[in-house]
Each structure stands twice: as structure tokens, then as C-alpha cells.
């Protein structure tokens, strides 16, 4: 123990005292150390402008809106995903233009009433004539969070669904929204689908309802139903 004594002491000297810590100033009391919270909510990414096209039957548009700057677009499809590059879809917001299968003015403006309405419904009941009756009886829970109107006659709802006790089939629960808005011309309308799974539908349901209803409308030149 004298010898390791001798040791420091040649070294520092054995009451050698670690160096004071560093200060601000002259005089100044030592500076704090700021601490690190590991835990800190990290910002959501920031918002984007996109474009896209949407085509169905007769009928060929182009989309704009805007969504947060992860969303993952391929063609006509857009969707949030998990990390990876084959992560699974978290959420989407997917376009479809239609007349509602009448294409008169009277039959489309009914039948965008009636998918806004029916859109809910359609979710409680996840399976139809599927031939087997204990399927085809199975419901999910549908809580409405929303419906309302939209710019130049437009509407939409929303709404989330879950699965109750004892239902245990593969079907995708979450958020959801519909909106719909009509072309320039009122030769068609265009549906806005948005979706958010179960896990992510708080940090999604914002944006996604944001898109769903500021969504605009642009008609490239030369197209239209041709139905009329």
C-alpha cells in the first residue's frame, strides 16, 4: 500500500484532487450540466405536396394534395408504411373517380348521398353472401365520429372500427374517412378513401382527414366520361 502511495505521489502526490470542473467565467459557479430526456416526442414529418393520377372505367383524372412527407407513392397508390422495404401499410388515402353507376345528374347526386351514408354500414359488415352464415353473421363495431359537407355540394364522414369480443377474423380496424367532391365539369365525382390501422390511427387520423377533405380536382385536357 506505501509503495502505490509512493507511485501517486510521484504522479500527483497522494492528495492529488481531481481537476475543479470547468467555469463559465471567473468566479462563476460551474456550469450546469444539461441532461439529455431520452423520451422526447419527436416531431411528425413535415407536411408535402403531391400529385398523382386516378383512373377508373371511363373516367381519368388528376389529384392533388397534400400529406405528410413519409407518405410512400407508387402510381396511383399512396400509403404510410413500416420501416423496410417491404414494411407493412399503416395507412392510405387512395382516389377513385365515378358517375355512381347512373352518370345523370339526379342519379349522381343521390348516389353520392347514399355512399356517404352507406359507408359505415358497409364497415359493421365485413362479410356478405359469402355462403357461410356464421361469416356472412359476423359484425364489427362502427363508432361515428363524424359527417358533414364539403365545397360545391361535396360531403364526407368518418368513423373508426373495431372488433368486438369473440370476432377474430383477418379485418383491418382502425380509422377511417370518405370523401367525395365533383369534378369541375359534374361529369363525375371523385371519392377520397383514407384509412390508419388500429396502432397508428392518433398520429394519422389528422393529416388524413386534412387530405381527405382539401383535396382538389384537376381534369387534364381532352378527358371526361364519355358517357354523356
Known amino acids: 500500500m506505501k509503495s502505490a502511495c509512493l507511485l501517486v505521489v510521484a504522479l500527483l502526490g497522494c492528495k492529488a484532487k481531481l481537476a475543479d470542473p470547468p467555469t463559465s467565467g471567473s468566479g462563476s459557479a460551474p456550469a450546469a450540466v444539461k441532461s439529455v430526456d431520452a423520451a422526447a416526442p419527436v416531431a411528425p ?23 405528410r412527407s413519409d407518405l410512400v407513392v407508387e402510381g396511383s397508390n399512396a400509403r404510410f408504411k413500416e420501416p423496410g422495404e417491404y414494411g407493412p401499410t399503416t395507412g392510405y388515402i387512395q382516389f377513385t373517380p365515378t358517375c355512381g353507376g347512373g352518370c ?12 356517404i351514408k352507406r359507408a359505415p354500414e358497409h364497415a359493421a359488415q365485413p362479410n356478405l353472401n359469402t355462403g357461410d352464415p356464421k ?5 364489427l363495431d362502427v363508432k ?3 359527417t358533414g359537407e364539403l365545397d360545391a355540394g361535396g360531403k364526407y ?21 370518405l370523401c367525395i367532391k365533383w369534378a369541375p365539369t359534374k361529369e363525375y365525382y371523385v371519392t377520397a378513401q383514407v384509412f390508419a390501422d388500429e396502432a ?3 398520429d394519422l387520423r389528422a393529416p388524413l382527414i386534412a387530405a381527405c377533405k382539401g383535396f382538389t380536382i384537376v381534369m387534364p385536357p381532352g378527358t371526361g366520361s364519355g358517357a354523356k
Open 104 to 115: 345523370t345528374d339526379k342519379e349522381m347526386t343521390q348516389a353520392l348521398a347514399d355512399t
Open 135 to 139: 361469416l356472412d353473421a359476423e359484425r
Open 157 to 177: 364522414v368518418e368513423y373508426s372500427v373495431a372488433k368486438p369480443p369473440g370476432v377474430t377474423g383477418p379485418y383491418p380496424v382502425g380509422y377511417y374517412a
Open 45 to 67: 414529418p413535415a407536411p408535402k405536396d403531391f400529385e398523382l393520377d386516378s383512373e377508373a372505367g371511363l373516367f381519368k383524372t388528376h389529384i392533388k394534395f397534400t400529406l
Open 144 to 146: 361515428m365520429i363524424g
Open 200 to 202: 397508428h390511427q392518433s
